[in-house]
């Protein structure tokens, strides 16, 4: 059964300073890993998703991703974050095949300090 | 126009009594699904149809009944709803070639 963690449950940075946050995924084959960001009482938005081929994947808002396929991890990382970036982040791992249904981690609450 | 449209946006309703969530997809995407975000904001998937055939049923109280009277189209009822079914549920589609979603903005029920 595919699986995800996210080991850190709130982050706190401050603005300007650089961002990673952590996702280890556990599924049988290559997998599709996405990253969504929730803000406070709004739905789900793709930063970014990795199908196949070149691991580092750039997404929307200055974010991106790198797949490393021997730590079974997918992080996201952005050099300079900005206060408009304080939101809920959501790692996830879908399916090859059949159901395509993605499995979330629980979530990075990422708070920004001025 | 909004790709994944989910109505209503927010339901407050007493426990016991019947409601509905609807969602529609204007993307021509195959496949629909219902996902329920928790108090401590885990999503979890509940439901999800292709071409109005229902292939995902993830160990949901019989309480939820999900209807897909088309493809564009995937409802969701729940009887006698209890307090522990305040959550915020999401719909989402995808195109049935790979999990790229586009979800809804979600549904925040409370029942009280």
């Known amino acids: 059964a595919q699986s995800v963690t996210q080991p850190d449950i709130h982050i706190t940075v401050s603005e300007g300073a650089s961002l990673e946050l952590r996702c280890n995924y556990s599924y049988g084959a290559t997998p599709y890993l996405f990253w969504y960001v929730q803000s406070p009482g709004q739905g789900l938005q793709l930063l970014l998703k990795y199908f196949s081929g070149d691991t580092l994947v750039q997404g929307i808002k200055g974010f991106e991703a790198e797949f490393k396929r021997s730590q079974s991890s997918f992080n996201l990382r952005k050099p300079s974050v900005h206060w408009s970036d304080a939101a809920e982040y959501f790692c996830a791992v879908g399916s090859h095949f059949g159901n395509e249904k993605l499995t979330f981690g629980t979530g990075t609450r990422l708070t920004i300090i001025p | 126009d909004t790709a994944v449209s989910q109505t209503p946006k927010y339901l407050v309703t007493q426990m016991g009594n019947d409601k509905s969530i609807k969602c529609e997809q204007n993307?021509?995407?195959?496949?629909m699904y219902w996902y329920k975000q928790d108090s401590k904001k885990f999503l979890k998937i509940m439901f999800s149809?292709?071409?109005?055939?229902?292939?995902i049923n993830e160990t949901v109280p019989n309480r939820f009944s999900p209807k897909s009277p088309d493809k564009a189209h995937l409802n969701l009822h729940i009887n006698s709803l209890e307090l522990g079914d305040s959550a915020v549920y999401f719909c989402?589609?995808?195109?049935?070639?790979?999990?790229?979603?586009?979800f809804g903005s979600g549904t925040r029920l409370t029942v009280v």
């Open positions: 989402a589609s995808s195109p049935g070639s790979g999990p790229s979603y586009t």
């Open positions: 993307l021509g995407h195959d496949t």
């Open positions: 149809y292709n071409n109005k055939e229902l292939i």
